[in-house]
């Protein structure tokens, strides 16, 4: 047990990362606690307004010469950061589950995801070359390139501490701009460990900082008139009252991506086998902390057999999840991130109840933690039936380790539901039909579509959607929609005479 508690190598204090310097935050220094043992980890500083300035002012002067930098010879940098990251693969994975509870498994599967941005970014001289068209006149021709704009902002949440900030850093950096990261203050050692990394790359002073903090940060980069664009993932209320508006008042391009309340759609052709340990991970896995993570299970059909049979079956399978500290490997769930996040999820299970909900598994008090943590931020799986669609707990982001049913007799009402939803992240399908599958495909309104896939989580080289409550803006991050949002294209029209 003692390797559990060891705390996070070389990073007791998460500080800035400022013109290449690590620099102490002027601000309130507040306790990083692990979840799942309650222990106090590191700490991080609030930064300041002025914090915030002086990296951008660093950014904004580092801008002039990295622009300038071949496009291949910024992909270096990015080569180097790929091998350190793959070095320091364990590690990385490690500190995701010590700063946010997940299992190191997940953490695993996180660190690969983020990485493999970096891999794609490592492809940009070929990603972001324009086009051109010889003799659009008689005698001129005209071509596009892509052209860098300055500073970006990043803004992460808490619950992908390593991997969401990777969705956009590395294409701002080799696209030529330089960014300022705001990791979520909950989770901040997991973005310091990144910046060390790219500190170790080489990345010329500037072109990689990092500031830690909250609104104040935020609030910093939105008014900013220094930062070109911002992307952003967290919560749709922060997402619509804040970064939308704010990045519109002072007209900086922004990717605004929001929670959600997915929706997994059940036809009664479905392969159980097959499907059954596709919604264990999809519901429960993260601790259900996940914006592609399964909050709603429609069951398709009239057929009660089929029905008591399959829900049965999930909640026998729900039950038997191994609860504990994720760095035990035998650990299949770990806590949610903090205790305050634990009992707004409970508050969603009792309105559930109040409305008419039946509880099929409850989660609330868990019994065996493996390890004998305290229960403080654990919960354990929680499956609610008889729910229906007007309920909060169909229509609102729980963001827990909970699953609530609902029964429809078509596929139409199941894809109204979905399409009624203020959501639009991440809703599936799983039958054995095509037909059916293609008409969930055509007619739900959704960002990221899967058949039979619970967790439908596009890789690095497709773009991370999410419609309507789930999103705002225009392009995506990852892959070639981030290179154009990280780029303007500047039309050049020739004529010599
Ligand atoms: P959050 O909105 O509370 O915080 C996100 C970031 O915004 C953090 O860095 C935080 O410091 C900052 N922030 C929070 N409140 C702010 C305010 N009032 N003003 C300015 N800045 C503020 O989100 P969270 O709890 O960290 O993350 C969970 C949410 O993120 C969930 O809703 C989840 O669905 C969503 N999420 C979405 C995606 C996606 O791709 N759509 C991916 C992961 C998580």
Redesign the pocket.
């Known amino acids: 047990m003692a390797i559990l508690e060891e705390p996070i190598k070389g990073v007791p204090m998460a500080k800035n990362y400022i013109n290449g310097e690590w620099v102490e935050s002027k601000g309130e220094i507040i306790d990083v606690v692990n979840p799942a043992n309650c222990q106090v980890i590191g700490k991080v500083g609030v930064s300041t307004r002025e914090e915030i300035d002086e990296a951008v002012k660093a950014a904004k002067e580092a801008f002039y010469d990295w622009r300038r930098t071949p496009a291949v010879t910024r992909c270096r940098y990015l080569f180097r950061l790929l091998h350190l990251l793959e070095e320091n693969f364990e590690e990385l994975s490690r500190v995701q589950t010590q700063e946010h509870g997940k299992t190191i498994d997940e953490s695993r599967g996180e660190t690969r995801r983020g990485i493999e941005n970096v891999e794609v970014a490592c492809g940009i001289p070929t990603l972001m070359m324009g086009d051109s068209s010889e003799d659009i006149a008689s005698g001129i021709d005209e071509y596009l390139i892509r052209v860098p704009l300055g500073v970006f902002g990043v ?6 501490p390593f991997m ?1 900030p990777l969705w956009s850093a590395p294409y701002a950096v080799a696209t030529g701009n330089t960014v300022v990261i ?5 989770v901040p050692f997991s973005q310091t460990k990144i910046t060390e990394l790219a500190e170790e790359a080489g990345f010329p002073p500037g072109v990689w900082n990092m500031v830690h ?3 104040t ?3 910093g980069m939105l008014e900013h008139p220094g930062i070109e664009g911002i992307t ?8 619509q ?3 939308y508006p704010g990045c519109g008042k002072t007209g900086k391009r922004c990717i605004a ?4 309340a997915n929706i997994l759609v059940i036809m009664p052709d479905c392969n159980v086998d097959a499907t059954i340990p596709g919604l264990m991970t999809s519901f429960f896995g993260n601790a259900g ?4 993570a399964g909050q709603t299970l429609i069951m398709v059909g009239e057929d009660n057999r089929f029905y008591n049979d399959f829900v049965e079956k999930v909640t026998d399978r729900a039950r038997s999840i191994v609860m504990g500290y994720g760095l035990d490997e035998s650990v299949q769930m770990g806590p949610v991130r903090d205790a305050k996040k634990k009992e707004r999820i409970i508050s969603y299970i009792e309105t559930g109840i109040k409305e008419g909900a039946k509880l099929r598994l409850d989660g609330r008090k868990p019994k065996t933690i493996t390890g004998g943590y305290p229960d403080t931020c654990f919960l354990g799986p929680t499956i609610m039936e008889g729910l229906h669609r007007n309920m909060r707990v169909v229509r609102e ?1 729980i ?1 827990g380790p909970t699953m609530g049913i609902l029964r429809v007799k078509t596929l139409e009402e199941a894809i109204e539901i979905c399409n009624e939803s203020p959501y639009h ?1 991440g809703h599936a399908i799983f039958t054995s039909n095509g037909k059916y599958a293609r008409q969930f495909q055509y007619d739900v309104i959704s960002g990221n579509v899967g058949i039979n896939i619970g967790i439908v989580a596009p890789m690095a080289f497709f773009p ?1 959607s ?1 419609m309507a409550g ?2 705002m803006g225009i392009l995506h991050t990852q892959g070639k929609e981030a290179v154009r949002f990280f780029t303007e294209s500047k039309v050049c029209i020739h004529r010599w005479l």
Do not use: W, Y
């Open positions: 803004i992460g949440p808490f619950n992908f969401i705001k990791p979520s203050s909950e903090g909250g609104r940060v935020v609030n952003f993932v967290g919560s749709t209320p922060v997402m009252d804040v970064i991506q929001g929670g959600a902390q996940r914006c592609l982001e963001f992240n991370f999410g789930s999103f």
